[in-house]
Nanobody
Framework: VQLQASGGGLVQAGGSLRLSCAAS????????MGWFRQAPGKEREFVAA???????YYADSVEGRFTISRDNAKNTVNLQMNSLKPEDTAVYYC???????????????WGQGTLVTVSS
């Protein structure tokens, strides 16, 4: 599976961005798809994930502001980010794995990352 993330950019606090991740390869619908982020000087952290059945998972820090969704027909997973805060600034990565657990950094496939910068 190859993953290509896009959609990052510069936005003011309170604004919105939509990240997309395009996946190549077969059986996309069988994969758990996740978004992670890494801020400068910090470890990579879990942001959100969507399971093969559509169940969604969120980090407490983004619950209610971010929405993850998948389109199995297009082999894409999206992350709608609203009410952005300066602390959301990070490189965002999409990732894929076949089996649980979901909320862990141990995913099998990773995209290249896209930078999100939120100005105050």
């Amino acid at each position: 599976v190859q993953l290509q993330a896009s959609g990052g950019g510069l936005v003011q606090a309170g604004g919105s961005l939509r990240l997309s991740c395009a996946a190549s390869g077969r059986a996309f619908s069988n994969y758990i798809m996740g978004w992670f982020r890494q801020a400068p000087g910090k470890e990579r952290e879990f942001v959100a994930a969507v399971g093969s059945t559509g169940t969604t998972y969120y980090a407490d820090s983004v619950e209610g502001r971010f929405t993850i969704s998948r389109d199995n027909a297009k082999n894409t997973v999206n992350l709608q980010m609203n009410s952005l805060k300066p602390e959301d600034t990070a490189v965002y990565y999409c990732a894929a794995k076949r089996f649980a657990p979901v909320v862990t950094s141990e995913y099998d496939y990773w995209g290249q990352g896209t930078l999100v910068t939120v100005s105050s």
